[in-house]
């Protein structure tokens, strides 16, 4: 059920003076899906953010809702095309090197599969956007955070979600990029200057199981990452959390779980009614 007192709010919200927000999407994979939701919530309360920042699939999210599309859009969208999975394996087959065969992971260009899988009329430059946008990257060898907010977005976005192993890093003139979520899984300081609220949404995750099982090797290595993340995470909040952090519940989603959307999709429904209570809050706060 919709959160009426936040609905009722964002009637007053285009009278001058109103608090500005802005928004971070957080790294994970398929997880980042449940972005969407957050951004199917602000569009249900008329709240268009004045700024976003994203690190990996958070990054890319971000940049859909910068270059205008609204949550439903992205929603459909994203079933179309992920929901069918031989026109999803046919898509990474054409895509594959020409000079192996299968489909093996760290031999993919992302930048060809944004190019394949994002919409047709997807800007080629953050100057189309209409949203000052921030993506983050991982420089590899230079051990630091890159932040890109202009020239040729889709460069930008595949070195954002280069995950290490699965894709090949991006070069990006002469520097070698990975995916941001490494070095800032939820890059929300790069806008907390921006708004007078600032929403940050973590689809991290962490390893789930009851202890019984021991995982396998990709199990491992993709488990240890979201538990170093989290300890990133936990860091950044305690120096300087954002006015609201939200966590969609994704379950064991795997970082490459982009057929079960519709899974996705149902698990983090409570994220929008989540949402709309804490902005509801944040408004009457600065009333």
Same mark, same amino acid.
């Given at each position: 059920?919709? $959160?009426?007192?936040?609905?009722?709010?964002?009637?007053?919200?285009?009278?001058?003076?109103?608090?500005?927000?802005?928004?971070?999407?957080?790294?994970?994979?398929?997880?980042?899906?449940? $972005?969407?939701?957050?951004?199917?919530?602000?569009?249900?309360?008329?709240?268009?953010?004045?700024?976003?920042?994203?690190?990996?699939?958070?990054?890319?999210?971000?940049?859909?809702?910068?270059?205008?599309?609204?949550?439903?859009?992205?929603?459909?969208?994203?079933?179309?095309?992920?929901?069918?999975?031989?026109?999803?394996?046919?898509?990474?087959?054409?895509?594959?090197?020409?000079?192996?065969?299968?489909?093996?992971?760290?031999?993919?260009?992302?930048?060809?599969?944004?190019?394949?899988?994002?919409?047709?009329?997807?800007?080629?430059?953050?100057?189309?956007?209409?949203?000052?946008?921030?993506?983050?990257?991982?420089?590899?060898?230079?051990?630091?955070?890159?932040?890109?907010?202009?020239?040729?977005?889709?460069?930008?976005?595949?070195?954002?979600?280069?995950?290490?192993?699965?894709?090949?890093?991006?070069?990006?003139?002469?520097?070698?990029?990975?995916?941001?979520?490494?070095?800032?899984?939820?890059?929300?300081? $790069?806008?907390?200057?921006?708004?007078?609220?600032?929403?940050?949404?973590?689809?991290?995750?962490?390893?789930?199981?009851?202890?019984?099982?021991?995982?396998?090797?990709?199990?491992?290595?993709?488990?240890?990452?979201?538990?170093?993340?989290?300890?990133?995470?936990?860091?950044?909040?305690?120096?300087?959390?954002?006015?609201?952090?939200?966590?969609?519940?994704?379950?064991?989603?795997?970082?490459?779980?982009?057929?079960?959307?519709?899974?996705?999709?149902?698990?983090?429904?409570?994220?929008?009614?989540?949402?709309?209570?804490?902005?509801?809050?944040?408004?009457?706060?600065?009333?």
């Amino acid at each position: 059920m919709a $959160h009426k007192p936040a609905a009722d709010a964002a009637l007053t919200r285009e009278k001058s003076g109103t608090p500005s927000v802005a928004v971070a999407f957080g790294c994970g994979g398929a997880r980042g899906l449940a $972005h969407i939701q957050v951004i199917e919530a602000l569009d249900e309360l008329g709240i268009r953010p004045v700024a976003i920042a994203g690190a990996s699939f958070g990054a890319i999210v971000g940049a859909a809702m910068a270059a205008g599309m609204s949550g439903a859009e992205m929603r459909d969208y994203t079933l179309a095309t992920v929901g069918n999975r031989t026109a999803v394996l046919n898509k990474l087959w054409a895509l594959r090197p020409l000079s192996v065969r299968g489909i093996r992971l760290g031999q993919f260009n992302l930048e060809r599969i944004l190019r394949a899988f994002l919409p047709p009329a997807f800007p080629a430059e953050f100057s189309s956007l209409t949203i000052p946008l921030k993506v983050v990257a991982t420089d590899y060898y230079g051990q630091a955070e890159i932040v890109t907010e202009t020239g040729d977005l889709f460069e930008a976005l595949a070195a954002s979600a280069a995950i290490p192993a699965v894709f090949m890093p991006v070069k990006v003139g002469d520097r070698l990029m990975i995916d941001g979520g490494i070095i800032n899984p939820v890059p929300y300081e $790069h806008v907390i200057d921006r708004a007078d609220i600032i929403v940050a949404v973590d689809v991290v995750g962490a390893p789930e199981a009851d202890g019984s099982q021991v995982p396998n090797r990709i199990e491992s290595i993709f488990g240890a990452g979201q538990l170093m993340m989290q300890a990133s995470i936990a860091l950044k909040l305690k120096l300087q959390a954002p006015t609201i952090f939200l966590r969609p519940s994704v379950g064991r989603t795997g970082v490459l779980d982009f057929l079960k959307a519709r899974e996705i999709f149902a698990s983090s429904e409570g994220v929008k009614d989540e949402l709309k209570f804490a902005l509801d809050a944040a408004f009457r706060a600065r009333a």
